[in-house]
């Protein structure tokens, strides 16, 4: 088992604890457990043999044990009797916005219920509202939560997707008779999430491809076998991920001269194909998913010659959705999408000053070995502090650290920030005194979710109009596939930030991707900056600047679209001029 295994592990350890009504202490000794191991530097095996996993810190005795007899045997007993303890219905509860392990036992211990199924009926008896601690609106939330969990259905994020669909294609590229392969469909698009793989293949004999792919490793149910088309349901286990990611996974062979066509066609969106095949009848031609034709046939050897004979620019993937991509080629004015080589820093990243698992200089250091110049901190402020958000004086001493780091540290930079909450009421968790000495200030909403439209936007926009409010992080609250945007009119919050010449955040942790790419679209148009952020709690976390690169992409983004791919001269000097420096 990997480090990622094993602290997946003991996340759901400290899950399933919580379910059984076990005290908060011990429940988080399992989860810091799981944040240490992550940070382990060196092999598992070697630390084991040399007794030294005891002087890690949020390593003691029991969980060190609990490491060795994952490392050696691959499992954990101490799981499985957790597992039989608890139904497995109620972890799907936890799946529920706003349903956390203490309501989901409350369910449980007094009505019974261990399945959505039950939840649903029981809200609808109107039997949760009579529950302490509930109440007629937690109800309703419950029933919407419901609702959305239903809509986002089988669903998988890309990053979990992907590595599965790049498996499978590396299988089937090692396969005799492959001449080509490629991802396909809503994953080559980049969409946050999808329902399904789609692999394309050109070859000169399908058969025996099509034999392999019904019996790859990773397959666990076959539900077609054709000649040029297959489709299976596929699962493998991801580091860090309790239990398998299951997707169905279609497999398509073409002829090699057919293969630019399809390509094209089985990437999608099927509204964008639709133009381009519109296009095609206006110039007397026919296209398909195999072939351009007209009085004859027009070969095409890859996709930028289809686009060429109909006319237009080439068109990256992540921008056919039909939303103006068709008429920019047709004038040849698509934007140079950005790439992670321009992105030069970050800026809303957490260190153990508040919830993240690494100290400053460890941060920073990872943020220079992925190639950056600088790295910017936005630990939590104090009202939150279920992610021990930090008081005024910790944040000064952050601060003075910082300055001492700076004296030291080759390569890097880091810039003083940090996450303030937005209140209730808009106003800030900080007093102005304390924000002036950050050099920039990233404000979010982390609390009262439910809050009307109306309301909810008011509060956003009284905290973008603080003069020491940088940029906006986590606009919408979104989780993916977890919970929705909370209400919130987002036009009129990039508006607003416009109107103060405020930066927005495009958070790229998978589970947010937060602006969505129609919304940074909008911001663009708009001339406000964008800022591509991780919101890391772990060096290894930096590495989700690549979502935001593939959000940013999906939103017609350039490198002078974004803050942070201007360089730390710039970027300084910027930073002291909003301060009014």
């Excluded at 908060?24 to 810091?32: E, K, L, P, Q, T």
């Excluded at 944040?35 to 005795?61: F, P």
């Excluded at 900056?529 to 690169?549: K, M, Q, T």
Aim: proline share 3%; hydrophobic share 40%.
């Amino acid at each position: 088992m990997t480090k990622d295994d094993i602290a997946a592990v003991f996340e759901e350890i400290a899950t399933l604890l919580e379910l059984q009504g076990e005290n908060v202490f011990r429940c988080n000794a399992y989860r810091n457990a799981a944040r240490a191991v992550t940070q382990i530097d060196g092999d598992l095996k070697t630390l084991i043999q040399n007794n030294e996993l005891e002087g890690i810190r949020g390593i003691g005795k029991a969980i060190a044990e609990k490491i060795e007899t994952m490392v050696t045997t691959n499992e954990l007993p101490y799981l499985k009797e957790l597992q039989a303890k608890v139904p497995e219905g109620l972890r799907a509860l936890l799946k529920l916005p706003g349903v956390g392990p203490k309501k989901v036992k409350a369910l449980y211990d007094n009505l019974g219920i261990d399945s959505l199924e039950k939840l649903k009926q029981a809200c609808e008896e109107n039997k949760v509202a009579d529950l302490k601690g509930f109440g007629a609106k937690t109800q309703a939330k419950i029933l919407e939560g419901i609702a959305f969990v239903d809509t986002v259905g089988n669903r998988v994020r890309f990053d979990q997707a992907y590595p599965l669909a790049q498996k499978l294609l590396e299988h089937l590229k090692a396969l005799p008779g492959v001449q080509k392969a490629e991802i396909c469909g809503s994953l080559r698009r980049r969409r946050e999430t999808t329902k399904d793989i789609d692999i394309l293949i050109a070859s000169e004999d399908a058969k025996p491809i099509m034999a392999a792919f019904v019996k790859l490793p990773e397959m666990m149910q076959v539900v077609g076998h054709g000649e040029t088309k297959s489709s299976i349901v596929a699962g493998m286990h991801l580091e860090g991920e309790v239990g398998q990611i299951v997707l169905n996974a279609d497999l398509r062979v073409v002829t090699e001269e057919q293969f630019p066509f399809a390509l094209a066609y089985f990437t999608g969106s099927k509204e964008h194909n639709i133009r381009m095949r519109q296009r095609a009848i206006e110039r007397g031609l026919s296209l398909n998913e195999y072939a351009l034709t007209g009085k004859k046939n027009v070969k095409c050897k890859d996709e930028k010659e289809i686009y060429a004979a109909l006319d237009l620019s080439y068109v990256p993937p992540e921008l056919r959705e039909d939303s103006g991509e068709i008429e920019a080629a047709e004038k040849h004015k698509l934007p140079r999408l950005v790439e992670l080589k321009d992105l030069r820093g970050v800026f809303h990243n957490h260190t153990t000053y508040s919830d993240g698992s690494a100290s400053l200089e460890e941060m920073a250091n990872a943020a220079k070995d992925l190639g950056l110049e600088y790295f910017g901190v936005a630990d939590h402020s104090q009202y939150l502090k279920m992610a021990n958000g930090m008081t005024p004086a910790r944040a000064r001493k952050q601060i003075k650290e910082i300055d001492a780091l700076n004296k030291k540290l080759k390569g890097v930079q880091i810039f003083k920030g940090v996450e303030c909450d937005i209140l209730e009421d808009g106003t800030l968790d900080y007093d102005d005194d304390l924000l002036s000495e950050f050099d920039y200030v990233v404000a979010s909403v982390h609390t009262h979710f439910g809050m009307p439209l109306e309301e909810m936007t008011a509060r956003i926009c009284k905290a973008l109009a603080h003069p020491f409010v940088t940029m906006l992080g986590h606009a919408t609250g979104r989780l993916l596939l977890r919970r929705d945007a909370y209400r919130l009119d987002q036009d009129a919050v990039i508006e607003c930030a416009a109107k103060h010449t405020k930066m927005i955040e495009i958070n790229a942790n998978p589970l947010r991707l937060d602006l969505d790419w129609k919304h940074i679209k909008q911001a663009k148009k708009l001339g406000v900056p964008l800022v591509i952020n991780p919101d890391a709690h772990s060096p290894v976390d930096l590495r989700y600047i690549e979502n935001g690169i593939f959000e940013a992409r999906r939103g017609w983004l350039e490198a002078k679209d974004i803050f942070n791919c201007q360089g730390f001269e710039e970027v300084k000097s910027e930073l002291k001029r909003r301060k009014g420096l």
